[in-house]
């Protein structure tokens, strides 16, 4: 009992660990930069990573109105202000559909990661997906090459054994125009 007990327990603590690390924020703007809506989204996988599954989304509207005539049917489409969501990523290509089994008056997102700041929230209805705004989930900025061969130095263990390390930063330095090589 107190085994199974103990996997449950674990199984929760993996099970929110996996949700807050794909737990993302994100903003819909219009195209003129004017704020839509806010949310967060829980995606089934790492944004940019591959993967595909169910999504839980929540958004809040703002009382901005957006010039674009089909704002108004997808932000009616996200009134409830939660719900799931078909989220999948392949080869850096995203897409949610934000009512997944509908076949009209859908709101969905397409988004190329590598190459866009923002995906394209649609408006799909029976006559086809009509942009109306953009959709963003803020990324980290990232690291060049400089930066990564830093953090990658400052991480290695060169040495094999604690008495190697040990005599490597107890040795005395003799001078010199370098310091003494530590790997």
């Known amino acids: 009992m107190k085994t199974i007990l103990t996997a449950l327990i674990l199984s929760l603590v993996s099970a929110t660990t996996y949700a807050a690390e794909n737990a993302y924020d994100f903003t819909v703007t219009s195209k003129d930069g004017e704020t839509l ?10 944004l940019g990573a591959d993967g595909k599954g169910t999504a839980d989304w929540q958004f809040s ?27 999948e990523c392949k080869n850096a290509w995203f897409t949610l559909d934000f009512n997944p089994g509908w076949a009209d008056n859908n709101t969905t997102v397409s ?21 109306c705004a953009l959709f963003r989930i803020p990324r980290p900025a990232q690291r060049d090459t400089a930066t990564n061969d830093i953090i990658s130095f400052l991480v290695k263990r060169p040495y ?7 005599r490597a930063w107890t040795t005395p330095w003799t001078g010199g125009s370098t310091a003494p090589s530590r790997g």
Do not use: M, V
Not at 37 to 46: C, E, N, V
Not at 61 to 87: D, E, F, H, I, V
Not at 111 to 131: C, I, N, Q
């Open 160 to 166: 094999a054994t604690r008495s190697a390390r040990r």
């Open 37 to 46: 809506g806010s949310g967060k989204i829980h995606l089934p996988f790492k």
């Open 61 to 87: 509207p703002t009382q901005s109105t957006s010039t674009n005539k089909y704002w108004t049917s997808a932000k009616a489409r996200l009134a409830a202000g939660k719900g799931k969501a078909n989220a």
């Open 111 to 131: 988004w190329a990661l590598d190459k866009d700041e923002s995906g394209t929230f649609y408006f799909a209805d029976f006559s086809g997906g009509h942009p």
